[in-house]
């Protein structure tokens, strides 16, 4: 069984900063990509950005320059830094992991609950 959650959501002020984690766990034999997500309410699901096993990263415009994610592969974590929050910024952060299990070669995308991030103006 394999398990990821995500933690690290909350209210913070307009201009703070929140770090999300993400965690993998259980029959884990690789991890390949691993991606954030946000969901405000009325709008559909969006890519924040990925990270690769080796390291390299990818944005959506609407956070280039303020988000940062790393991930440690021996903890199987990814992290998802966030400065200068703005209320636009206010969803559900989701943690996507395309996963091998232990004695299988496939990949499946594996999914966080979400946590909430919340920024007042």
């Known amino acids: 069984q394999v398990q990821v959650v995500e933690s690290g959501g909350g209210l913070v002020q307009a201009g703070g900063s929140l770090r999300l984690s993400c965690a993998a766990s259980?029959?884990?034999?690789?991890?390949?990509?691993m991606d954030w997500y946000r969901q405000a309410p009325g709008k559909q699901r969006e890519l924040v950005g990925s990270i690769t096993r080796l390291g390299s990263t990818t944005y959506a415009d609407s956070v280039k320059g303020r988000f940062t994610i790393s991930r440690d592969n021996a903890k199987n974590t990814v992290y998802l830094q966030m400065n200068s929050l703005k209320p636009e910024d206010t969803a559900v952060y989701y943690c996507?992991?395309?996963?091998?299990?232990?004695?299988?070669?496939?990949?499946?995308?594996?999914w966080g609950q979400g946590t909430q991030v919340t920024v007042s103006s």
């Open positions: 259980g029959s884990i034999s690789s991890i390949n990509a």
């Open positions: 996507k992991a395309d996963i091998a299990r232990l004695g299988s070669r496939s990949y499946f995308n594996y």
